[in-house]
Antibody, heavy 119, light 112 residues
Framework: QVQLLQSAAEVKKPGASVKVSCKTSGYSFTYYGISWLRQAPGQGLEWIGGIRANSDETQFAQKFEARVTLTRDTSANTAYMELKNLRFDDSAVYFC????????????WGQGTQVTVSS | DIVMTQSPLFLPVTPGEAASISCRSSQNLLDDNGYNYVDWYFQKPGQSPQLLFYLGSNRASGVPDRLSVSGSGTDFTLKISRLEADDVGTYYCMQSLQTPYTFGQGTKLEIK
């Protein structure tokens, strides 16, 4: 069955970087893009960016573009999101989600990774 | 960015009754190919969201036909009939016409 398994929770200091992984299985990784979203405590969903299938083409929300790097390792069926220069308000649950060929719609989601920014 | 506005934000409901959630976009989401670029997601407490509908009215796999969507352009509605306890959670609309993809604030459905 389709699975997107994300890396464990992280605690980081302000200014540090975090890299979250999304290991996929149960489907052909090359045909699906991966989007990354986040949800702050008690808040709604926010799209960060995505990486298309079969390419390294990325799309970002402008507010994240300068601080986010999205990559995919086809040999490992895994996607990665690195967020740099962390701020307190980056504390959130980060989700990866797959989308057929593109970066939307999100038909399967990872379980979420809690990222806490604390001094 | 396209702004998505949902109403109501909280929706107490009685099991067996129907519920309706409205979603309004700040821009026309109807493309020249006739698709409305709006998707709907449902998130149970403590879980990841799940896709309900995409490109307007396309039902995702496993979504019961008690749920339906309507609307076009800038105004959309999600309807849930014969409410069940398992429907409790938060419903989001999202525009997928252009990046950044943007969500409504969410409508939290609760059992009375």
């Amino acid at each position: 069955q389709v699975q997107l398994l994300q890396s464990a929770a992280e605690v980081k200091k302000p200014g540090a970087s975090v890299k979250v992984s999304c290991k996929t299985s149960g489907y052909s990784f090359t045909y699906y893009g991966i989007s990354w979203l986040r949800q702050a405590p008690g808040q709604g969903l926010e799209w960060i960016g995505g990486i298309r299938a079969n390419s390294d083409e990325t799309q970002f929300a402008q507010k994240f573009e300068a601080r986010v790097t999205l990559t995919r390792d086809t040999s490992a069926n895994t996607a990665y999101m690195e967020l740099k220069n962390l701020r307190f308000d980056d504390s959130a649950v980060y989700f990866c989600a797959r989308a057929y060929l593109s970066t939307v719609p999100f038909d399967f989601w990872g379980q979420g990774t809690q990222v806490t920014v604390s001094s | 960015d396209i702004v998505m506005t949902q109403s109501p934000l909280f929706l107490p409901v009685t099991p067996g009754e129907a519920a309706s959630i409205s979603c309004r976009s700040s821009q026309n989401l109807l493309d020249d190919n006739g698709y409305n670029y709006v998707d709907w997601y449902f998130q149970k407490p403590g879980q990841s969201p799940q896709l309900l509908f995409y490109l307007g009215s396309n039902r995702a796999s496993g979504v019961p036909d008690r749920l339906s969507v309507s609307g076009s352009g800038t105004d959309f509605t999600l309807k849930i009939s014969r409410l069940e306890a398992d429907d409790v959670g938060t419903y989001y609309c999202m525009q997928s016409l252009q990046t950044p993809y943007t969500f409504g604030q969410g409508t939290k459905l609760e059992i009375k």
